[in-house]
């Protein structure tokens, strides 16, 4: 699950969104029929996130189906987009094939060539000889620093918004004293105090860096997520590819690593950003995907707030408390 950005000319709304809709196999089949000329042999689920259902069919490809309008809009986007990247990207990616419109919403969905691999997980990841995984790295690497060379221009005539930080994290912020803190004073009202400060000094500490602000906006993946995005071969031990485009926009590219850093951890890191094209010092960056991790979480529980999700508001405040707790850890090590 992403961050959700907004462009520097708009407002955050409350766009009407389901994230626990769920897209059956027979409808999914059923749109394929209708809408592609492809043979529906065999359907199954292949994985969901918070704005699409992925089914892997026929064994060989891999079909996308947006659950509301906005992701539906990511996924148009991803389809316009995805033929643009291989001029500047060396990493496997999907190839769309088929498109089209699922139900009387007219959400859309995409199909392509399932790429061969699996989830890179931490697991994974550490099971590799040093020379495996110092080679995953890299390649990890490479396609980082290929997807911050696409071309802002020709992005944005494929509909990628360039974002703007600074107004973003305000808003957030804003919002975040506006849904959370009310919620922890109710829920947790003991801990609500240390809590809601502790997120505001992240916040603040990050907003008050005029140094964060002071990047070239480069074209970012904006979802490496290590099960859904980065895929790994483990029979030829190499990086498969890079899949889950519908996150990308123009921002800050350090944006780009803070989930490897959660991901795969510190060590991961050191080796990764040797191989980085980046100007942010080390410790300056590591502050700033502290705080990209943080406002993950946060960002999280406004999504349940705001649907409503009281099966998931717990969850999310507990995963808050978790994480709030690690900053505190982390800044009494330093």
Not at 24 to 46: C, D, G, M, N, R
Not at 61 to 85: D, N, R, V, W
Not at 98 to 110: T, Y
Not at 164 to 171: A, M, V
């Amino acid at each position: 699950m992403s961050v959700e950005y907004l462009s520097s000319n708009s407002k955050r709304k409350n766009e009407s969104f389901d994230y626990r809709t769920e897209i059956s196999e027979e409808s999914a089949k059923q749109a394929i029929l209708s809408e592609t000329p492809l043979k529906v042999e065999h359907i199954e689920l292949a994985g969901e996130g918070m704005g699409s259902t992925v089914f892997r069919v026929n064994d060989e490809y891999m079909f996308k189906f947006s659950k509301y309008e906005k992701a539906s809009k990511s996924i148009e986007q991803e389809k316009i987009l995805l033929p643009l990247i291989p001029e500047y990207v060396h990493t496997e990616i999907p190839h769309v094939e088929f498109n089209g419109a699922r139900g009387k919403e007219k959400l859309n969905f995409i199909g392509y060539k399932g790429i061969k691999g699996e989830g890179l997980t931490k697991e994974i990841l550490d099971s590799l000889s040093e020379k495996e995984k110092s080679e995953t790295i890299q390649s990890i690497a490479e396609f980082v620093n290929d997807m911050h060379t696409v071309d802002t221009y020709r992005a944005k005539e494929c509909g990628v918004e360039e974002v703007q930080e600074k107004d973003f994290f305000e808003s957030e912020l804003n919002e975040t004293e506006k849904l959370v803190f009310p919620l922890l004073e109710k829920e947790i009202s003991q801990e609500a105090e240390k809590l809601e400060n502790s997120i505001t000094d992240s916040f603040r500490e990050y907003l008050g860096n005029a140094e964060n602000f002071e990047f070239v906006p480069k074209v970012i993946h904006g979802d490496l997520e290590r099960d859904q995005a980065i895929l790994f071969d483990n029979k030829k031990k190499k990086l498969a590819g890079v899949v889950d485009f519908g996150s990308v926009r123009i921002g800050d590219p350090d944006y780009d690593l803070w989930r490897l850093y959660s991901h795969y951890g510190k060590d991961f890191m050191d080796e990764f950003l040797p191989n980085y094209q980046h100007s942010t010092k080390d410790e300056d960056l590591f502050k700033k995907l502290e705080f990209f991790w943080d406002a993950q979480v946060v960002h999280r529980l406004i999504r349940f707030i705001s649907a409503d999700d009281k099966e998931n508001i717990n969850w999310g405040i507990e995963k808050l408390k978790e994480r709030m707790r690690e900053r505190k850890y982390e800044k009494t090590q330093k």
